[in-house]
């Protein structure tokens, strides 16, 4: 199975120079936690609520745009990938999801739980779950 048969196809993006509360709004009605920051349809960064509380917030930067808070090196994933390469990326780099791409271009994103509805993929996304937290702990 790849990817592309799991992946939300329909993601959402904002640009490095859209405002911490647009962003911040548009996390809020989409009910989502990250959001990819695209220019010219590649990922350039991502953006999480955490970023936005951590390195907006308590940094007193509110008023600033997404490029000061964004995480610059984006881990993505190609849409042909096959599951187990993908949980092997989001084990390896501690993270939850990835932004799925085909010829540079964003097409998609994949997060743990999207693994997890898959019944022949619930081994992938419990095994990278599993590496993701024990790696925080350490």
Known sequence: MQVR??????VESCTNQDTLQD???????LNVGAIPVVQNGQVVGMVTD???????VASGNTSNTVSQVMSNQVVTVNAD??????????SQHQI???PVVENGQIVGMLSLGDLAVRE?????????LSQISENHTK
């Open 81 to 90: 990938a096959s599951l187990e390469e993908a949980s092997a990326l989001m």
């Open 120 to 128: 022949q993929a619930d081994q992938s996304a419990g095994s990278a």
């Open 5 to 10: 048969d799991v992946m939300t196809s329909h």
């Open 23 to 29: 962003v911040a709004n548009k996390m809020q009605s």
């Open 96 to 98: 939850r999801r990835l």
């Open 50 to 56: 955490r970023d936005l509380a951590v390195r907006g």
